[in-house]
């Protein structure tokens, strides 16, 4: 049977109306060995694509394979526009059966997609998948569009995105109503859309945690198109961007045409609460919020000043770290009041006072207990922290002295930074103290000596330096650390202008996974990436417009997208190959590279 799979792709071609390329669109695998590797395919349908006039009620679409099949992952298979309830596909025999729960709409083209949904029943070989179009009206629309859906922070391709089209252009429709016609993105965060109207559309893409085809902010990512769109181009056969590929084609995925581009992003919430409590230890605790930029107008402990409470927000200020700076013992359940704005039933802000009950861990409160000190050991009776320094990052970050908990006494005048030269010679020099911005307990420790291959530095945290909330001093302890010698080791300086605002220059690694180094500039600069290792490395540059280092959230009814993100292109690739032992330079100019985005 499988050898006369060509002529059967042929005669139903042949068969379907002139206008619908779909019937083309089966791929079929090479045969060969003794195991079958060959999907299913269609041998029949019924009624044919591009039929006409189908019922409102209790219709139902019999796609007949040749050979025995099952339905693998049955959300595969996406009708557009969407219904309320979602199409039932069952097999029966060698066909699969497709009916529909809601009554259709009158003079409307509907696509069902059948995407992977399907494969053979022996082997598993999945199906390719297959667009079949049917309208409840006398004709089928003939118009189409394509996009791409990427994620504004990476620009990844976003796979199973859920591209909607509303005739109705309010902004509340895309909150409120299914869309006029929805496809989902493939591997490449590819859409089409095809059989569509010749009308303006508003243009939505949504990672659609329901699944229910509506945008649901708390849940939803999302993206637009600023604009209106109307599609430009028809139905016809054989044209590319409306066959099925295997994801694997690289080269044929590559040369679809994309006509707009989506970036998703998620939305600030829009109600304002606390969320979550934990209880970290007897004296520390933090609180998480809904929405960033959390308004505390005050707080404190029950039964305890206000002054003894240290806290910090972390960077989007929707978390709180609090620490009791009290040396009584801690009680089971601290009482902790916060008088904050929080989001009230009718959406607005106001003050609130609330009371949250902290309450101690049994196995937190275990670690802590009588029996617990008894057996205490060295480490659980001293002001516990880290001292680090990493060759290729000390130039930069110098020495990063972290602890454990808040100190309350400080003496980093008795730091002592010493360094010997090649010759054994010793000197020594003073250092230079920054408070992460981030972090009250981290601190970078700076040389301001100028750093030299072949020199050893030193650094010691003398005993009885710092004192913790609890009262506890720290050890000494020194730190040893010299620039890499590895002469296979590369560097990269790169030249920035065009810097008329502010900029985060990111380094990352091959997987975009990694930052290597990071800058934030505003001005034209020369940016040094010394001790990179062989291989390939991005470089991204996003817009921090309002100048927060931070890469803000798009608004959908503020019409406003996220700052943008780009990738510096070298060459044609957005890859930067370093080989060993290279000394690279690279001009790179923003206002050309935002310009043309």
Not at 280 to 297: H, K, L, Q, V
Not at 375 to 394: F, G, Q, R, S
Request: neutral net charge.
């Amino acid at each position: 049977m499988k050898k006369y799979i060509p002529l059967i792709i042929a005669l139903l071609a042949l068969l379907a109306p002139v206008f619908t390329p779909s019937c083309a669109n089966t791929t079929q695998a090479p045969s060969g060995g003794k195991k079958d590797t060959i999907p299913p395919v269609i041998v029949n349908i019924k009624p044919l694509p591009g039929a006409t006039s189908f019922p409102l009620e209790k219709g139902k679409i019999v796609f007949e394979f040749d050979e025995y099949v099952n339905i693998k992952t049955a959300t595969d298979i996406f009708l557009s526009p969407p219904l309320e309830k979602k199409p039932k596909a069952k097999v029966v025999g060698r066909s699969v059966v497709v009916t529909f729960e809601n009554p259709l709409e009158p003079n409307t083209t509907y696509t069902l997609n059948l995407n992977s949904a399907i494969v053979d029943n022996n082997e598993g070989n999945k199906f390719p998948g297959f667009t079949y179009v049917f309208s409840t009206g006398e004709q089928i629309d003939s118009m189409f569009i394509t996009g791409t859906v990427l994620d504004c922070n990476t620009l990844a391709p976003v796979k199973g995105a859920t591209v909607m089209l509303y005739k109705d252009h309010s902004d509340s429709a895309v909150f409120l109503k299914r869309p006029y016609a929805a496809g989902r993105t493939d591997d490449w965060g590819y859409f089409v859309l095809p059989y569509i109207q010749d009308t303006l559309y508003r243009v939505y893409a949504i990672k659609d945690a329901g699944n229910d085809n509506i945008y649901s902010p708390d849940a939803d990512r999302v993206a637009f198109i600023d604009s209106l769109v109307r599609p430009e181009w028809k139905v016809a056969d054989s044209i590319p961007e409306l066959l099925k590929y295997d994801m694997t084609d690289t080269l044929g995925c590559q040369e679809r045409r994309s006509q707009y581009e989506l970036k998703v992003f998620r939305e600030r919430p829009s109600k304002q609460y606390i969320v979550n409590k934990v209880r970290t230890s007897p004296r520390s605790a933090y609180i998480t919020f809904m929405a960033p930029d959390a308004w505390i107008d005050s707080l404190w402990f029950g039964g305890y000043p206000a002054d003894r409470v240290i806290s910090q927000f972390n960077l989007q200020q929707d978390s709180l770290e609090l620490w009791l700076n009290d040396r009584r013992p801690a009680p089971d359940t601290l009482h902790l009041f916060v008088n904050y704005r929080k989001t009230d039933t009718l959406g607005v802000m106001k003050p609130e006072l609330e009371h949250i009950k902290l309450v101690m861990d049994p196995e937190v409160k275990k670690n802590y207990s009588k029996s617990r000190r008894r057996n205490l050991k060295h480490e659980d009776t001293i002001c516990v922290y880290t001292l680090k320094a990493e060759p290729e990052m000390v130039e930069t970050d110098g020495y990063v002295l972290e602890f454990k908990n808040p100190i309350i006494y400080e003496k980093f005048d008795s730091l002592q930074f010493r360094y010997v030269n090649p010759k054994q010679k010793e000197f020594k020099d003073k250092v230079a103290i920054e408070v992460d911005s981030l972090n009250l307990r981290k601190y970078n420790i700076r040389p301001k000596v100028k750093l030299q291959p072949g020199f050893e530095y030193f650094l010691k945290v003398p005993a009885r330096s710092f004192q913790d909330i609890y009262g506890y001093w720290c050890d000494s302890t020194e730190v040893k650390v010299a620039l890499p010698t590895d002469e296979t080791l590369s560097l990269l300086n790169a030249t920035i202008t065009g810097v008329d605002r502010k900029f985060i220059v990111d380094l990352l690694d091959e997987k975009r996974t990694k930052v290597i180094r990071s800058y934030i500039i505003d001005k034209d600069c020369t940016l040094s990436f010394p001790y990179l290792k062989a291989g390939r490395y991005s470089l991204r540059i996003a817009d921090d417009g309002n100048r927060n280092s931070l890469v803000d959230t798009g608004d959908l009814l503020a019409h406003r997208q996220p700052e943008q993100v780009l990738f510096v292109k070298f060459g044609e690739s957005e890859y930067l190959d370093v080989l060993k032992s290279a000394e690279l330079e690279q001009t790179i100019d923003l206002s050309t590279l935002f310009e043309k985005r």
